[in-house]
């Protein structure tokens, strides 16, 4: 059964760092993109960053880019996203989520394209 279990949310002032982590267990398909999204107060769920295992590539939507690092470790079946300079309009939950399907990571950066769901992980930006 697959699992998704996200951590390292909370509390941070505008300006600074956090890093959330994503543990995967009862992957038994090859290939997967693990994506996270993010759904603010009033707002839809978004997609922010996707990793590939087939060909290593990242997506990051344009709001994130240059402050979100998405990266993972196979060994440890862990999904990280290093995000830094935060804003307040980065307040969401963050959700961490998989598609077992082979494929690059833009073209399946997509919340239909799921297969697998976290529970989610607040982060609040605030001073």
């Known amino acids: 059964q697959v699992q998704l279990v996200e951590s390292g949310g909370g509390l941070v002032q505008p300006g600074g760092s956090l890093t959330l982590s994503c543990a995967a267990s009862?992957?038994?398909?090859?290939?997967?993109?693990i994506a996270w999204f993010r759904q603010a107060p009033e707002k839809e769920r978004e997609a922010i960053s996707c990793?590939?295992?087939?060909?290593?590539?990242?997506y990051y939507v344009d709001s994130v880019k240059g402050r979100f690092t998405i990266s993972r470790d196979s060994a440890k079946n862990a999904v990280y996203l290093q995000m830094n300079n935060l804003k307040p309009q980065d307040t969401a939950i963050y959700y961490c989520?998989?598609?077992?399907?082979?494929?690059?990571?833009?073209?399946?950066?997509?919340?239909?394209?799921?297969?697998?769901w976290g529970q989610g992980t607040q982060v609040t930006v605030s001073s």
């Open positions: 989520a998989a598609a077992f399907v082979k494929g690059g990571s833009e073209a399946l950066c997509y919340e239909d394209r799921m297969d697998n």
């Open positions: 009862g992957f038994s398909r090859p290939f997967y993109v």
């Open positions: 990793v590939s295992n087939a060909d290593n590539s990242t």
